[in-house]
Structure formats: structure tokens, C-alpha cells
T-cell receptor
Framework: DGGITQSPKYLFRKEGQNVTLSCEQN?????MYWYRQDPGQGLRLIYY???????QKGDIAEGYSVSREKKESFPLTVTSAQKNPTAFYLC?????????????FGEGSRLTVL | AQSVTQLGSHVSVSEGALVLLRCNYS??????LFWYVQYPNQGLQLLLK??????LVKGINGFEAEFKKSETSFHLTKPSAHMSDAAEYFC????????????FGGGTRVLVKP
């Protein structure tokens, strides 16, 4: 079955530590996205990538980093510079980057900073 | 710039009653509009989308939405609520100029009473 796999589902981190969230898709989609979800705020775009080896900052990129070395993979690193990293993180992909395309979402990773 | 406002963070309906979720948007270009549904601790799933074809859009699970340009609205309705409709619903807007980057509303959580 085609889809998006995010891991880990739950992650606990001590303050000052970097963590990396995995996102893998087997849908052969060109575009991939990372969103952050906080209660009452909807989803906010962190980074997106329209093609391999290229990515752009979204609305809240500070304290995060990404890479896109393979079409299937778009890992997100939450660095110690992110002031409030506790949140639900969602990875998504779309068949292309032009407007109007459906986003397909993974099941999310919940990060808690202790 | 684009933005989305969902009126009401929580909505309670009786089983069998009408479900109405409100969404107003702003966009400097003709918009693409989406409704997504999220069940607890899961990713988002597309309910329906408007991409400048018919203004009344039918989606999955008996939901539909009407695009009203004069009111800048895209409200979601379902004639008869089912217990399985209990979830959080997100309205999102995109535009050709924004690529496939979507701006999401804050979400509306639906509670269905037996």
C-alpha cells in the first residue's frame, strides 16, 4: 500500500537536544511538506520541498532544518534553537507543487520536551 | 497573502442533525479551497476541494461545500450527522501564486451526541 510513514510516533526530548523526525513516502510524489500542529492554531508550514536537493522555508522555519537527498525521504530536525518544540508534527506530500493538488498526510509524530 | 478563519473551535450536534462548519478566506488571487478531516492522533484526510469548477462541491462521507465568492466563504455541510463524524475539521486555502502551499484555519472540533 502506498502512503507516508512517519517515525517515531512519540518522542521525548530533553531541553538542548536535537531530534530528527523521519518521513518516507512511496507515492512517487515530487513535493513534500512539514507542518506543525498546535491546539487551536491549525497547521503551520515549517519547510517544503518541490524537488530533490531543493527546499524552501515555510512560515515558521526558525529552529528547524531539513534535507531532501532522496525523492522518498524528507527528514526534519528540531534543533535546540527551537524555543517551544513540543507539538504534533505532520509530514505531507503531493504529486506536484502546482496549486490545487491534494496533500497526503502521514499519521504524525508527537514530540514532547521534558 | 492568504488566510482562513473558521468560526467556532467546537461544534456540538445531535446524531441525525445538520452539520454546518463555517469557513471564510482571504486571498489576493483566485483561491483553491479544501476541507480536511482529522481523527484523534492521526494525519489529515481530504474531504473535498474547490479548484474553480462547480461552486457546489461534493466530497466523501456525505459532505459538501459551496464556494461563494461574494461572501468569501466555503462552508461545509452534511444533512445528517453520524457518530463517526466526530473529528476535527480544517479548512485550507491555496492559490496559484502560492504553489501548493496551503494556509490552514484553526480547526473545528465536532462532537456528535446520541
Amino acid at each position: 500500500d502506498g502512503g507516508i510513514t512517519q517515525s517515531p510516533k512519540y518522542l521525548f526530548r530533553k531541553e538542548g537536544q536535537n531530534v530528527t523526525l523521519s518521513c518516507e513516502q512511496n507515492l512517487n510524489h515530487d513535493a513534500m511538506y512539514w507542518y506543525r500542529q498546535d491546539p487551536g492554531q491549525g497547521l503551520r508550514l515549517i519547510y517544503y520541498s518541490q524537488i530533490v536537493n531543493d527546499f524552501q522555508k515555510g512560515d515558521i522555519a526558525e529552529g528547524y532544518s531539513v534535507s531532501r537527498e532522496k525523492k522518498e525521504s524528507f527528514p526534519l530536525t528540531v534543533t535546540s534553537a527551537q524555543k517551544n518544540p513540543t507539538a504534533f508534527y505532520l509530514c505531507a506530500s503531493s504529486i506536484g507543487a502546482s496549486g490545487g493538488r491534494e496533500l497526503f498526510f502521514g499519521e504524525g509524530s508527537r514530540l514532547t520536551v521534558l | 497573502a492568504q488566510s482562513v478563519t473558521q468560526l467556532g473551535s467546537h461544534v456540538s450536534v445531535s446524531e441525525g442533525a445538520l452539520v454546518l462548519l463555517r469557513c471564510n478566506y482571504s486571498s489576493s488571487v483566485p483561491p483553491y479551497l479544501f476541507w480536511y478531516v482529522q481523527y484523534p492522533n492521526q494525519g489529515l484526510q481530504l474531504l473535498l476541494k474547490y479548484t474553480s469548477a462547480a461552486t457546489l462541491v461534493k466530497g466523501i462521507n456525505g459532505f459538501e461545500a459551496e464556494f461563494k465568492k461574494s461572501e468569501t466563504s466555503f462552508h461545509l455541510t452534511k444533512p445528517s450527522a453520524h457518530m463517526s463524524d466526530a473529528a476535527e475539521y480544517f479548512c485550507a486555502v491555496g492559490g496559484k501564486a502560492a504553489g501548493n502551499k496551503l494556509t490552514f484555519g484553526g480547526g473545528t472540533r465536532v462532537l456528535v451526541k446520541p
